[in-house]
């Protein structure tokens, strides 16, 4: 047993410690804004993901513990953010309501130093980005259950943005209401991806309950906030928000949901050595052109993790294809095989090379 003047040593010594941390943690801040005066001066210039990235990579290798790497990285998160926004304060808009997962991903990417403001679609997100309103916007791409996000696909096309960072977000929905109490639930409000991920929970314990699709979870749970009867599928932090408590927590079908989502910007992110490309192409209708498109990626060594098909909306079966690859286009080899597939296709399209993501369970 510590006794009482034991106790008193440790909490001298914690103190000493954080004397300690809160002097480097100032000079730190100072180092960046001298590091922010060596950037020209335009703001799209002062976020840099593969820095950050480098940062996460090496502190979480050298970590030694007993401080978890998920507490870790939340740490220097906060302490990044705190250094950039002394640099340079960053505005963020995401596919909103306030407490939507967007916002969740983009809190847990830009740190609480950030300023956050929400949008009514992922069209609004990037045209906040086109217009000069905000620096940078976040929305969701793809989801381990549920697929990709075609509006962000479709918005990606038709944008002069860059993807410049991705965000992975572990994925869990509560099913919330006023009373907490499942016998009086009559409705259950989501979005139709959040339903669509818990379908079996539905079916198996609500089977006779109405299912209604709204924009967004946020929203569902604003609703349900006005209505004893019914309960909404989403994020503790949205059915806190709205004052909901949890009838029952954790409802998806698949314990292991992750979301994408990306982050969007007028600049091109630096190689960061652990990176990513995306890129959007379309092809004629003849024999086996995807299969010679496709034969360019794999004569370069290279590893596809995605690709996707939707319609041109040019002509009707036409099709754009959407694959994601590893690698940076400043890669000699991706390089030389994204020249390749453009002379394969009738159009190609870098939407962006940016740092892989490291998985954050934040969002359950
Ligand atoms: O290295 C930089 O360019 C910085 O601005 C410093 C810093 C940091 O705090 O480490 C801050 C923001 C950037 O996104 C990356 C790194």
Redesign the pocket.
């Known amino acids: 047993m510590t006794t009482g003047k034991e106790l008193d040593n440790l909490r001298q010594s914690i103190d000493a410690i954080d004397d300690q941390l809160l002097a480097l943690l100032n000079q730190?801040a100072e180092?960046?804004i001298q590091?922010?005066k060596?950037?020209s001066g335009n703001p799209s210039e002062?976020?840099?993901?593969s820095?950050?990235k480098q940062?996460y990579t090496r502190l979480l290798r050298e970590n030694p513990g007993p401080v978890p790497d998920e507490a870790v990285r939340a740490i220097f998160r906060e302490?990044?953010s705190a250094?950039?926004n002394l640099?340079q304060p960053l505005t963020i808009a995401y596919l909103g309501p306030e407490a939507t997962f967007t916002h969740i991903a983009s809190m847990e990417h830009f740190g609480q130093s950030a300023r956050y403001q929400p949008s009514p679609s992922i069209r609004d997100v990037f045209s906040e980005v086109e217009r000069g309103r905000v620096h940078y916007g976040v929305a969701p791409i793809e989801n381990s259950t549920e697929g990709v996000v075609n509006y962000t696909l479709d918005c990606l096309v038709d944008s002069d943005l860059s993807i410049c960072a991705e965000i992975e977000l572990g994925i869990t929905h509560h099913l919330m209401s006023l009373s907490g109490k499942i016998e009086s639930i009559r409705r259950v409000y989501s979005h139709p991806h959040a339903i669509a991920q818990c379908r079996q929970w539905l079916d198996l314990n609500l089977p006779e309950v109405e299912l209604v699709d709204i924009t967004s979870t946020a929203r569902a749970a604003e609703i349900v906030s006005h209505d004893e009867t019914s309960a909404a599928i989403c994020s503790e932090l949205a059915g806190k928000l709205y004052s909901l408590v949890p009838v029952v927590r954790k409802i998806e079908d698949k314990t292991n949901n992750f979301t994408r989502f990306i982050v969007v910007g007028n600049t091109r992110t630096k190689k960061s050595g652990n990176d990513k490309t995306s890129v959007v192409f379309s092809l004629s209708h003849a024999v086996g052109s995807l299969y010679h498109a496709l034969e360019v990626i794999s004569r370069f060594d290279i590893n596809m993790t995605k690709i996707e098909s939707r319609p041109s909306k040019m002509k009707a079966w036409e099709y754009l294809f959407h694959i994601d690859i590893e690698g940076h286009c400043d890669d000699e080899n991706v390089s030389q095989a994204l020249d390749l597939l453009g002379q394969r296709s009738l159009f190609l399209k870098v939407l962006g090379s940016y740092p892989k993501s490291i998985p954050s369970r934040k969002g359950e």
Request: glycine share 6%; proline share 5%.
């Open positions: 730190r180092l960046a590091v922010g060596y950037k002062f976020y840099v993901p820095r950050e940062i302490v990044i250094c950039l640099e």
